[in-house]
């Protein structure tokens, strides 16, 4: 991992509404079943030298990052593309019963995982490479989360 000299976090809550069905379609337990939580996402971005105002990472300037997470998490049903199910569960949206998300693996781990990448692209893009993200925490509640760090 980079060494950084300064730090900022983002979150998006629980309370951010960020309610997503999924389930983990190799699991021998319950959480093979279609269930959902309210995810909350918080990011750490990092940089050697701040900005002319003295910041990691402009806030304002997330509302891309805010609106990804919406459009990728805000009451959608996200299945992995290798679900043996996934034929079934994609006539849901052809039925007009669910907003449906495809991607590659599902999870906190990867729901964390590719929050990051795209949180990574975004402020690297922006700054021209002054900042990075750190790393990208997804909860599901209070007991339950993952980190991935790049």
């Known amino acids: ?14 309370e951010t509404g960020l309610s997503a069905v999924f389930r983990q379609a190799k699991a021998d337990s319950h959480c093979n079943l ?7 996402f918080s990011f750490k971005f990092g940089c050697e030298q701040l900005d002319d105002k003295n910041w990691v990472v402009d806030f304002g300037g997330l509302g891309i990052l805010k609106g990804w997470l919406k459009d990728n998490f805000d009451h959608k049903l996200v299945v992995a593309k290798d ?16 907003e449906v998300v495809v991607v590659n693996g599902v999870g906190c781990e990867k ?10 692209d975004l402020v690297s893009e922006a700054t021209g490479g002054r900042v990075y ?17 790049g």
């Open 133 to 149: 993200c750190v790393s990208c925490e997804v909860r599901e509640h209070g007991a339950n989360s993952a980190i991935y760090e």
């Open 111 to 120: 729901f964390a995982e590719h929050a990051f990448h795209f949180a990574n």
């Open 83 to 98: 679900d043996p199910e996934i034929k079934r569960i994609l006539t849901l949206q052809d039925e007009g019963l669910a």
């Open 34 to 40: 279609l269930h959902g939580y309210a995810l909350s």
């Open 1 to 14: 991992m980079r060494e950084f000299k300064y730090y900022s976090t983002k979150t998006y809550g629980h």
